[in-house]
């Protein structure tokens, strides 16, 4: 359950971590990686703006390209249409999430948004399918 507050005021703290005493800044969806707008009548995210912490929104920023190129390539293993599908696309994914996973690594940044982990099974399986699809 996400709580509708107003957007005017920040809760006092930040929805990633949870810290209080810290400068917070509202996160908006605006476009996707790929430079889509996105569609305003379903995803909720875009309608109930967040506060994050400076660490935290530059992690939510890393989770929102990590979560259209995971979207885009489940898409493209089910045979559907996908963005991914372009060679210039899968490369320009695979460098975001290389940057990703490097920065994830970086000890500044403690991940709370998004798994390390996942980051590089998303990776594999994009290498994986680079490979499967040179004739
Ligand atoms: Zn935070």
């Known amino acids: 359950m996400t709580e509708g507050t107003a957007t005017a005021s920040p809760a006092g703290k930040c929805d990633g971590c949870g810290a209080t005493d810290v400068p917070l800044m509202k996160i ?3 476009r996707d990686f790929f430079g889509r707008v996105y569609d305003r009548l379903s995803p909720s995210s ?3 703006p967040k506060w994050y912490c400076e660490r935290c929104s530059v992690e939510k920023n890393l989770q929102r390209d990590f979560r259209d190129i995971k979207g885009e390539f489940e898409k493209l293993t089910k045979g559907a249409a996908s963005v991914l599908g372009q060679a210039d696309q899968l490369e320009r994914a695979k460098l975001r999430l290389k940057e990703i996973a490097a920065m994830l690594a970086v000890d500044a940044l403690k991940p709370t948004l ?3 982990e ?3 099974a998303l ?3 994009l290498e994986t ?3 499967a699809s040179i004739v």
Do not use: F, M, W
């Open 28 to 30: 908006s969806l605006g």
């Open 114 to 116: 998004l798994k390390p």
């Open 118 to 120: 996942e980051v590089a």
């Open 123 to 125: 990776t594999r399986s």
């Open 129 to 131: 399918r680079r490979t």
């Open 46 to 48: 875009d309608l109930s």
